[in-house]
């Protein structure tokens, strides 16, 4: 967990840098953004495991970042905010972030709550063994195998064909729209819809087929068809 990586998205400058300090402090790995879209284009690429987020920040607020880091999934989210009339929306945001914190705050405060959040959350999402019928994916090995009846079969998948996998095998039977997918799975630079399909259609053939359904006028779900 010591080697976790903290994105702090804080538009005041003396109070990242006194979270980064004590975060660092105590071994975690930090990196800053002073805006809501710097903030998610650090997700999108750095794939924090745990985000603290200030709730007043200049354009985009921290409700819409939240919004957008939960269209892509699970990562664990601490808020901040400096204004006691936010408490009634925090009450209501405690659905979708994970913990919260009153600015003035210790620094001290909030990395044990961090620490708390991410003991809580390893063990969630994406970094179980993932098992869907003939389908075991195991995302601390980044491996993926299909159970053929002589022993587990390996697929062969490039990193981001992976990452679509594991990501859709948290959620089985959910119809993923290509957007979020794209959102979830792809690095920068290569997020077209269409890439989406190319890489579905690699997976498929690497060992999935039978389990990916196309959604018509969405995108594709991952289920054991014949699950026991
Ligand atoms: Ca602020």
């Given at each position: 967990m010591t080697n976790a990586l903290i994105l702090i998205v804080e538009d005041e400058p003396e109070i990242a840098e006194i979270l980064e300090t004590y975060f660092a402090r105590e071994g975690f790995r930090v990196i800053c953004a002073g805006d809501g879209p710097t903030g998610l284009a650090h997700h999108q690429r750095l794939r924090p495991d745990l985000v603290v987020l200030d709730i007043k920040l200049p354009g985009q607020d921290g409700y819409e970042v939240l919004a957008?880091?939960?269209r892509r999934g699970e990562t664990p989210v601490?808020?901040?905010t400096a204004l006691a009339e936010d408490l009634?929306?925090?009450q209501a945001l405690r659905i979708g972030a994970d913990d919260y914190v009153v600015k003035?705050?210790?620094?001290?405060?909030v990395v044990a709550r961090a620490r708390a959040v991410l003991r809580r959350t390893l063990g969630r999402g994406p970094e179980t063994l993932l098992r869907l019928g003939p389908l075991t994916v195991?995302?601390?090995a980044h491996r993926a195998t299909v159970e053929t009846g002589r022993g587990p079969v390996p697929l062969d998948l490039t990193p981001t064909e992976f990452r679509i996998l594991s990501h859709m095998a948290g959620a089985p039977g959910r119809a993923f729209a290509r957007a979020d997918l794209v959102d979830a799975c792809l690095p920068e630079g290569e997020a077209l819809d269409r890439t989406v399909d190319s890489h579905v259609s690699k997976l498929?053939?690497?060992?999935a087929d039978?389990?990916?359904?196309?959604?018509?006028?969405?995108?594709?779900?991952?289920?054991?068809?014949?699950?026991?």
């Open positions: 957008a880091i939960r601490i808020m901040v009634d929306k925090l003035p705050f210790n620094p001290l405060e195991d995302p601390q498929a053939a690497a060992g039978g389990m990916l359904t196309g959604v018509r006028g969405v995108g594709y779900r991952l289920e054991a068809l014949d699950a026991p």
